[in-house]
């Protein structure tokens, strides 16, 4: 039960902790059930659920309506999924929502990515409608969508290609942005894309005593190290302080796979026939794809090699009119000084923009043209999204409800131009 003091959003917020959308499973009906029955207590709230593939995947859409519905109107975005846990590495139920009486930590898979924002626009906008008799000039949408954490296509990448998306006239998007360890919110103006590499060595098999040229895991090993190569040379740049780790290529193994199961651990006097990595690569907006191919093909998979290779690239470098994905931080998006000024009115102040290391649906809405910034407001925080302990503060995430109530006062009642930047 929650404490007698706990205040009511604190315990909304843990409910929807609770509510299990990890992958492989997420429970995204129970999660649009939850978020449409707090949505309903909101006067004058639209809600909308949109099926873009089976039941089992909904949108849900939430809209109040702008004095002006011939206007751009500002849309908010979050995620209903979460990335998986290993329960057993963490202090607390991962979908407990335990909070610390101590120190105020909430711990949950998702309280930083990002189920915080998404219950914080929904708060913001509860106490604007009910304290305030808010009534804003341009249409707000809040938007949750499922399968973020596997690409999106089932989720953002269908929506921002239908009709019903092209009907609502989006003019400018927040999504979500990572936590601050310093008392200054960060702000994010672009994503890395991300490709996933698997690499395959083929070799002649062979008695595990053998010395011979040719064998799979030689040649799969040649190429990790020209791998490993080349990921210091980027990471050496980010260690000496030439460029922030979001602006570099990375190139992270995440599996190898190898080798002859037995019952007891693997036959161990066998050299396999094949040999399989994979590697997380992300790209900043700024890099040339085409070198990167040529590096797979030439140097990191080459078929001389008896090398073999699948790249499956999830979002694209450019916008529709061949720009970078990249959503400008100065005088020639409005937007931006809006959302800069909401800042200052709460109280906050910002670090210099920056290129999200990580992908986010954003660059959905970047690929259209269409403005985005990261963010979510969580300072004074280590950066947890995707780690074990993932905690959020609860004082953090009231703070977070103020600063959003700015945001999308400031955002909603713009009234100039913002056709294009
Ligand atoms: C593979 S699309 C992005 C998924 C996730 N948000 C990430 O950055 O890893
Ligand atoms: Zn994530
Ligand atoms: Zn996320």
């Known amino acids: 039960a929650a404490h007698p003091r706990e205040p009511a959003p604190i315990t909304r917020f843990r409910s929807y902790l609770k509510i299990n959308t990890a992958h492989p499973n997420p429970d ?50 979050s995620h209903l999924d979460s990335v998986p846990v290993e329960s057993s590495k963490w202090l607390h139920d991962p979908f407990g929502a335990h909070l610390s009486p101590e120190d105020g930590k909430i711990y949950a898979r998702g309280a930083q990515d990002d189920k915080c924002i998404g219950m914080q626009y929904l708060e ?130 995440v599996f190898l796979k190898a080798g002859t199961p037995s019952p007891t651990g693997f036959v161990m006097n066998m050299q396999p026939s094949e040999v399989e990595a994979g590697f997380d690569i992300r790209l900043p907006p700024t890099a040339d794809p085409d070198l990167l191919m040529r590096r797979i ?5 080459p078929a001389w090699r008896n090398m073999t290779y699948e790249i499956t690239k999830k979002g694209v470098l450019r916008d529709y009119l061949g720009r970078p994905l990249l959503t400008p931080t100065n005088d020639s998006n409005p937007w931006w000084s809006v959302f800069e000024q909401a800042i200052a009115k709460a109280g906050g102040k910002l670090t210099k923009p920056e290129i999200l290391a990580s992908t986010t649906d954003a660059r959905f809405m ?29 004082s953090v995430y009231l703070d977070g409800i103020k600063v959003y109530k700015h945001i999308i006062k400031s955002l909603s009642s713009f009234n100039g131009t913002s056709s294009s930047y």
């Not at 709230?45 to 089992?56: P, S």
């Not at 990572?178 to 994503?191: G, H, K, L, M, N």
């Not at 300072?379 to 905690?391: A, G, M, Q, S, Y």
């Open 366 to 394: 970047r690929q259209r043209g269409i403005p985005t910034l990261g963010f979510s407001p969580m300072k004074n925080t280590p950066i947890l999204l995707h780690d074990h302990n993932e905690f959020l503060k609860d």
């Open 28 to 77: 995204y009906t129970t999660a649009v059930k939850y978020l449409t029955a707090i949505a309903s207590t909101i006067p004058t709230l639209r809600i909308k659920i949109i099926y873009l593939t089976t039941l089992e995947k909904p949108l849900l859409l939430l809209t109040l309506a702008g004095s002006d519905p011939s206007l751009p109107a500002v849309l908010f975005n």
């Open 297 to 301: 093909t030439e140097e990191w998979a």
């Open 124 to 253: 913001a906008i509860k106490e604007l409608k009910g304290n305030l008799d808010f009534s804003p000039l341009r249409t707000v949408h809040v938007s949750y969508v499922p399968d973020e954490e596997i690409g999106g296509f089932d989720g953002m990448a269908k929506f921002v290609e239908s009709e019903e998306f092209k009907e609502l006239n989006i003019g400018f998007v927040m999504d979500e942005g990572q936590a601050s360890p310093s008392d200054e919110f960060r702000v994010f103006y672009a994503d890395r894309t991300p490709w996933h590499m698997v690499i395959k060595a083929n070799g002649l098999p062979g008695h595990g005593s053998r010395m011979y040229e040719n064998c799979a895991m030689e040649n799969m090993m040649k190429s990790i190290e020209v791998i490993t190569k080349f990921r210091d040379s980027q990471f050496d740049l980010v260690k000496a302080g030439l460029a922030a780790n979001s602006e570099v290529i990375s190139v992270n193994p």
